[in-house]
């Protein structure tokens, strides 16, 4: 329905926004630029930041970049996990 009075194609602030409608700010380039370097050296990285700061949005946006045939990716997201669940998991 407010799509409809707005004229949008689709709904805005979604967490399935496409990679190439992000906003890019200085801090998030900087950021998936970590996450890339993280990449490269085969590191163990944590994203850590307030709720909505767009923590999510990196890693799917370095999720997006990376060559499927080459990296499995895997994103745990659990405040409460334990280094040996970590692991396990």
Not at 56 to 71: P, V
Request: proline fraction near 2%.
């Amino acid at each position: 329905m407010i799509r409809s009075f707005f004229g949008w194609e689709r709904t805005p602030f979604t967490r399935e926004i496409e990679i190439r409608h992000l906003h890019r700010s200085k801090r998030f380039e900087e950021c998936v630029a970590r996450l890339q370097y993280m990449v490269m050296t085969r590191s163990i990285g944590c994203v850590t930041g307030e709720i909505g700061t767009g923590k999510s949005t990196a890693i799917r946006c370095l999720k997006d970049q990376l060559d499927a045939n080459k990296y499995r990716f895997m994103y745990v997201s659990d405040a409460n996990l334990k280094p040996r669940d970590f692991y396990r998991e």
